[in-house]
T-cell receptor, first 113, second 111 residues
C-alpha cells in the first residue's frame, strides 16, 4: 500500500524560530500533496494544496509568507513555519494522492515555547 | 466558504449496537471521502464515493452518498471495541481534489 513519511513527528522550538516539516511519498509519486492543521479535539483544517513544480495554493486566512510550502519533487513536499509563535502550536499533517486514494503522514506535533 | 458538518459530535454505544454518523455539506459535492482517526493517530482513508446515491460496503461498514450529493452517512453494524475513534467525512466541491473535512464524530464503544 501507499506510504507517506512525515518528519519530524514532534518538535519543540523557541518563539521566533522557523521549523521545517517534510512529507515524503515513499512508494508512489504524488503530484499533489495537501497540508492540514488540527487543533486538539477538532477537525482537520486544510491549509494549502502543494503542487509539484509550482506555487502552492493557500486557503483563505492562511498566511503564505508564514507557512512556506515547497514541492520540489514528485515525492517530497515541505512546510516551513517561519517565525513561529505559541499560537502556531498544533498538529500538522500532510496528505498525498496516489492510486490507493489519499494517504496521510503520521503528523507533526509542533510546540512553540 | 464550503462547510461540511457532521452529527452527532459524540456517540457512546454498547458493544454490539449499531452506529451511524451523518455528514452534510452546504454545497453540492463532486465526491466524498471517509476517514477514521484513532486517538493520538492520523486519519486513515476508508473509502471514496463519487456517484449520486452510491452505496458501498466494507464488512460491517456501509457508506452512502445522497442523491443530491450534499450528504453522506457511515453506518457500522454491531460495533466492536476496535471501532473506537473519530470518523471524519471530507468533501470536495470542485475538481481540484481539495477536500474539506467535516467536524467529525467521536465514537466510544463500551465493552
Amino acid at each position: 500500500g501507499a506510504v507517506v513519511s512525515q518528519h519530524p513527528s514532534r518538535v519543540i522550538c523557541k518563539s521566533g524560530t522557523s521549523v521545517k516539516i517534510e512529507c515524503r511519498s515513499l512508494d508512489f509519486q504524488a503530484t499533489t500533496m495537501f497540508w492540514y492543521r488540527q487543533f486538539p479535539k477538532q477537525s482537520l483544517m486544510l491549509m494549502a494544496t502543494s503542487n509539484e513544480g509550482s506555487k502552492a495554493t493557500y486557503e483563505q486566512g492562511v498566511e503564505k509568507d508564514k507557512f512556506l510550502i515547497n514541492h520540489a519533487s514528485l515525492t517530497l513536499s515541505t512546510l516551513t513555519v517561519t517565525s513561529a509563535h505559541p499560537e502556531d502550536s498544533s498538529f500538522y499533517i500532510c496528505s498525498a494522492q496516489g492510486n490507493y486514494g489519499y494517504t496521510f503522514g503520521s503528523g507533526t506535533r509542533l510546540t512553540v515555547v | 466558504g464550503q462547510q461540511v458538518m457532521q452529527i452527532p459530535q459524540y456517540q457512546h454505544v454498547q458493544e454490539g449496537e449499531d452506529f451511524t454518523t451523518y455528514c452534510n455539506s452546504s454545497t453540492t459535492l463532486s465526491n466524498i471521502q471517509w476517514y477514521k482517526q484513532r486517538p493520538g493517530g492520523h486519519p486513515v482513508f476508508l473509502i471514496q464515493l463519487v456517484k449520486s446515491g452510491e452505496v458501498k460496503k466494507q464488512k460491517r461498514l456501509t457508506f452512502q452518498f445522497g442523491e443530491a450529493k450534499k450528504n453522506s452517512s457511515l453506518h457500522i453494524t454491531a460495533t466492536q471495541t476496535t471501532d473506537v475513534g473519530t470518523y471524519f467525512c471530507a468533501g470536495d466541491a470542485n475538481t481540484g481534489n481539495q477536500f474539506y473535512f467535516g467536524t467529525g464524530t467521536s465514537l466510544t464503544v463500551i465493552p
